[in-house]
């Protein structure tokens, strides 16, 4: 899981990701603005569906006024006619049926006598439906010219319709009959009305009375006229507002949108109200099918960039970063010798690539030098010691083998002249003499020890060490032990001289500061080297703070003998914390002196 987080991590921070990213922000405008013309399209799809909505309402409003005059001519005819100026039955008759024929629009046609007896009819009239509706007829006879009835009416057909009336005048100009008309109110769904061609697919018109009943739609108006509004909330809105256009849920559950106004209507006598109401989808299905197709040009463009841009990104930049980054890695790790091994051309990253290859190629050569100068300083520190330890040999011989010998003969010259002596007070000089000479000898021959001892020359590392350690607990009461491991050969003369200096130095500082009671030598070969071992059970120091001083020049013991493992080509640490005693480990490489090789 962690190497799933760190490698999503690399992949969203890394440098590729960035410059998909800037590509994708680069497209951001494109998508701005196709979600802009897409707002654009969709107001203009509203404000085009609003203007055919007030188109359409033009439209009904001449429908009905063409309707009503071509009913009117049609009721005047009938009323002029000889058959039924006549009050021939059988005649009227054959006449109103031709006439419902040749116009379908009408559910019913017909005459009536004043007493409301129906003289001619196209289809059946129930003799109660003719009772009720005396009152229009009534009219009809009183205003003596055309006239509209209420709305809903149904005394002629059984369909929802609105009625008719023409007064028909015998010979002295009395109404004598009436002729009657009943318009089909569905007759916009089947005659060459205007509106279905304004009508946009999947849309519908309904014009409604104030009370909520369907006086017309389209399409499929036969089960809706005369029926309530199925919106209760739309036509809340449309009675509050009269005119405007809202959003809703339809009852089917669809999101539509409704526009509305009042239309003077003068086939219903109460306000009445037209709708055209469009499924939001369908409204804006031109819209929304240019804004998918934008969007999937614009989105294949993307694509196409993005694909471009990881390739190209690949080989013009990404490629020369992970260079540089691993170059850098591995210049970090100390190879100077590192190079990008990229074209060095005049753009940004190439101008970069020339930069760093010149800035690793300037720390290697200052490597080089410093190297040199190191080398150099090695084998001046190695001629140093060489010179020093040769200079301390040969003052160490020439204590012993000049002074020490002098001394000797001196020595024995006081001995044979007391022995021949016979004064007491020359006897008790030459003795004092005797003793300072004595006393002499063996400071020149610890000196002599100290500067070099010669068995380190004649026996070598190991048995030096063993008279040593043993020398150095005898002068100061330590309970000492050495150990070592048998070297077959004797070692080359620098390693046993640093060796030895380091175990010399360690048990200094041991009888100087440890206060120990016990110490412990060991010289061991592990793993192609020489390994040695000063620890004691003393009060112990901390390495950290002791170090510090010795740099600030305190404590030269401490970096000599560093120094000293260092020429040698080894190295050496302190083991220490204050009440737990000190070990001094320093190891060296194993190389036999060379006439034995």
């Not at 009416?153 to 015998?170: C, K, L, T």
Request: proline share 4%.
């Amino acid at each position: 899981m962690r190497n799933l987080a760190k490698l999503l991590g690399q992949m969203f921070l890394g440098l590729r990701f960035r410059l998909l990213l800037l590509v994708v922000l680069t497209c951001t405008p494109l998508i701005i603005l196709t979600l802009h013309r897409a707002g654009e399209d969709r107001r203009r799809a509203m404000s085009s569906w609003q203007q055919r909505a007030v188109r359409m309402m033009q439209s009904a409003s001449r429908e009905e006024e063409k309707l009503m005059g071509e009913t009117r001519q049609l009721l005047i005819a009938m009323a002029e006619s000889a058959p039924i100026r006549s009050g021939n039955r059988r005649n009227s008759k054959k006449l109103v049926d031709e006439l419902y024929a040749s116009y379908p629009r009408y559910a019913n046609l017909g005459v009536i006598s004043t007493n409301g007896e129906i003289l001619a009819s196209a289809s059946p009239v129930p003799m109660k439906s003719v009772a009720r509706d005396k009152e229009f007829f009534q009219r009809v006879i009183d205003t003596a010219g055309f006239v509209i009835g209420d709305f809903p009416a149904q005394p002629f057909s059984a369909r929802p319709s609105v009625n008719f009336g023409y007064p028909v005048f015998d010979r002295t100009g009395q109404a004598s009959s009436a002729v009657f008309a009943a318009l089909d109110l569905s007759w916009f769904n089947r005659f060459g009305s205007e509106l279905p061609a304004d009508l946009p697919k999947g849309a519908t018109w309904t014009e409604i009375s104030r009370d909520g009943t369907i006086l017309a739609r389209y399409p499929v108006p036969k089960d809706w006229v005369g029926r309530q509004y199925p919106d209760p909330n739309v036509l809340k809105t449309i009675l509050t507002n009269r005119e405007g256009a809202t959003e809703e849920v339809d009852a089917s559950g669809v999101p539509t949108f409704y526009t509305y106004a009042p239309m003077q209507n003068q086939l219903v006598s109460q306000e009445t109200f037209a709708i055209l109401e469009t499924p939001k989808e369908i409204l804006f299905v031109s819209a929304d099918r240019a804004l998918a197709r934008n969007l999937g040009w614009l989105g294949f463009a993307a694509m196409l960039a993005i694909v471009l841009g990881w390739v190209g990104s690949n080989f013009l930049i990404v490629r020369p970063v992970k260079a540089l980054v691993h170059s850098s890695t591995r210049l970090a790790m100390g190879d100077l010798s590192t190079r990008t091994g990229l074209r060095h051309g005049r753009d940004e990253l190439g101008r970069l690539t020339l930069a760093f290859d010149l800035m690793a190629q300037a720390l290697e050569q200052r490597e080089l030098e410093r190297n040199r100068a190191s080398h150099k300083l090695q084998a001046l520190s190695h001629r140093l010691v060489e010179v020093q330890e040769t200079e301390r040999r040969s003052i160490a011989r020439e204590l012993h083998d000049e002074i020490g010998q002098s001394l000797t003969v001196a020595e024995l010259n006081l001995h044979a002249a007391l022995e021949n002596s016979s004064q007491d007070a020359l006897t008790r000089r030459l003795q004092e003499s005797i003793d300072a000479v004595g006393k002499v000898l063996e400071q020149v021959h610890d000196l002599s020890l100290n500067l070099r001892p010669s068995m380190l020359d004649d026996l070598g590392l190991e048995s030096a060490l063993r008279w040593y350690t043993s020398r150095q607990a005898s002068l100061t009461g330590l309970h000492a032990r050495f150990r070592a491991d048998p070297l077959e050969r004797r070692i080359d003369p620098i390693i046993e001289t640093e060796c030895f200096r380091v175990a010399q130095e360690a048990l200094t500082n041991v009888v100087r500061h440890s206060r120990a009671r016990e110490v412990a030598v060991e010289l061991k070969r592990r793993d192609g080297q020489l390994h040695l071992s000063v620890k004691d059970d003393g009060v112990g120091f901390d390495v950290n703070k002791l170090r510090e001083s010795a740099v600030r020049g305190a404590s030269l013991g401490l970096l000599s003998m560093e120094e000293r493992a260092a020429l040698a080509g080894g190295g050496l640490e302190y083991l220490s914390s204050p009440g737990h005693g000190t070990e001094v480990h320093a190891w060296f490489p194993i190389k036999w002196r060379a006439e034995e090789s």
